[in-house]
């Protein structure tokens, strides 16, 4: 599968962005997918994460409460809403698909990833 990420910019601190994940190849509907970020000079950290049916989501303690992640399997696109942002938030978020159906943390169980989109929050 392929997967290409989109809707990262540069955003002042409080404000929002809304990132999209669109699969092509072979359907992603029956895999949990996830967001990652990695900032400059740290290691790629898992953000989000939503199950194949989409009835079951886990957020990184760092973005709960600011970020949802949601999926539409009939559109094949994953998406990060992310609200009240922070300087802190900024990096490059990569979107994946994982090997199961269910939620995993680290990155070595997702086996196909997106290109990377970034995030910049000005303070």
């Known amino acids: 599968v392929q997967l290409q990420a989109s809707g990262g910019g540069l955003v002042q601190a409080g404000g929002s962005l809304r990132l999209s994940c669109a699969a092509s190849?072979?359907?992603?509907?029956?895999?949990?997918m996830g967001w990652f970020r990695q900032a400059p000079g740290k290691e790629r950290e898992f953000v989000a994460g939503?199950?194949?049916?989409?009835?079951?989501?886990y957020y990184a303690d760092s973005v709960n409460g600011r970020f949802t992640i949601s999926r539409d399997n009939a559109k094949k696109t994953v998406y990060l809403q992310m609200n009240s942002l922070k300087p802190e938030d900024t990096a490059v978020y990569y979107c994946?698909?994982?090997?199961?159906?269910?939620?995993?943390?680290?990155?070595?169980?997702?086996?196909?990833w997106g290109q990377g989109t970034l995030v910049t929050v000005s303070s």
């Open positions: 994946a698909a994982g090997r199961s159906a269910y939620i995993q943390f680290g990155s070595a169980n997702y086996g196909s």
């Open positions: 190849g072979r359907s992603t509907s029956n895999y949990a």
């Open positions: 939503i199950n194949w049916s989409a009835g079951r989501t």
